[in-house]
Nanobody, 125 residues
């Protein structure tokens, strides 16, 4: 059983930066793809970013590339999302997820097996 816990969310002004963390326990995830998704009120959960186990490949959803950076520290079993130049429309609950046994980039909800409880990011205008 994998347990994922996100942290680092908060209330920030437009243009500011935040770094989200996702600490994993229960299994070493160094060989598994991980990702970030987000869900705004009244909207479907959407893909934000994905990273393979060795960090060789990353992929970003629309609207975030160039501003967001996904990374991981396998020694700490932790996933990160650095978010710069935050916009009002980035306001959402952010979730990390793990795709067990998946070696490639994963962009759909169905590909992920474990999810964190989410951390709220609110960008004020």
């Amino acid at each position: 059983q994998v347990h994922l816990v996100e942290s680092g969310g908060g209330l920030v002004p437009v243009g500011d930066s935040l770094t989200l963390s996702c600490a994993a326990s229960g299994r070493t995830l160094s060989g598994d793809t991980m990702g970030w998704f987000r869900q705004a009120p009244g909207k479907e959960r959407e893909f934000v970013a994905s990273i393979t186990g060795t960090s060789r490949y990353t992929h970003y959803g629309g609207g975030t590339q160039g501003r967001f950076t996904i990374s991981r520290d396998n020694a700490k079993n932790t996933l990160y999302l650095q978010m710069n130049m935050l916009k009002f429309e980035d306001t959402a609950t952010y979730y990390c997820a793990a795709a067990i046994g998946v070696p490639d980039i994963a962009t759909t909800i169905a590909e992920y097996d474990y999810w964190g409880q989410g951390t709220q990011v609110t960008v004020s205008s």
